[in-house]
């Protein structure tokens, strides 16, 4: 996962990933990747009693940089709880090309803490957010820009599913939140 220098996991087609508790792609300085592609599947399942809010956090040093890549038809990410991109660093999100990302919990943040980045890039690739197939509690979140800076673009047939989650635009004094759909 980076924690002294760069690191990288691709899960490709047929390959599957389960990890417990949480997941952190960028602990510290340097580039870290995640790549899942023609079909491959990764998934952050609890197995503790660990708060979910701890699922898959992004860049969580100032100085690191996250790359999270879910392309092709099939290929999944699914995060049973919250989804923090771009926790204290720089994180950015792909989903494109038919590629899935499925938060079963009710927390999404983007650009987490002062001064992380967090983007999330939907092209031809779909993100939802779900309990159990449930519409979210009332106080679910979806921030673009919690207190850092926040990007959501959804370009060519992105698809983004809220599950009845509010999606908040900066949504903390000093937080910057941007949107774009084209």
């Known amino acids: 996962d980076g924690q002294l220098g760069n690191g990288a996991l691709t899960v490709g087609a047929g390959g599957q990933v389960t990890t417990g508790d949480f ?3 960028g602990a510290g300085v340097g580039l870290s990747t995640l ?3 023609s079909g491959g599947q ?5 197995v503790s009693k660990l708060p979910t809010d701890l699922a898959l956090n992004t860049a969580v040093d100032p100085k690191s940089i996250a790359m999270v890549t ?3 038809v099939d290929s999944t990410l699914t995060v049973n709880g919250a989804l923090n991109l771009g926790y204290l660093g720089t994180a950015t999100m792909n989903v494109a090309t038919g590629g ?3 938060v079963k919990g009710s927390i999404v943040r983007i650009g987490r803490m002062p001064g992380s980045t967090g983007t999330l890039n939907l092209t031809f690739g779909s993100l939802f957010v779900f309990d159990e197939g449930n519409l979210l509690p009332s106080d679910a979140i979806f921030q673009v820009g919690t207190f850092g800076t926040g990007n959501l673009n959804l370009t060519g047939a992105g698809q983004l599913e809220t599950g009845g989650a509010a999606i908040t635009i900066g949504a903390n004094a000093g937080s910057v939140g941007t949107v774009l759909i084209s």
């Not at 990764?42 to 609890?46: D, E, I, L, Q």
């Open 23 to 25: 997941m952190t792609v």
């Open 35 to 37: 790549t899942i592609t």
């Open 42 to 46: 990764v998934s952050v399942t609890p």
């Open 70 to 72: 879910v392309s092709g």
């Open 100 to 102: 899935g990302v499925f």
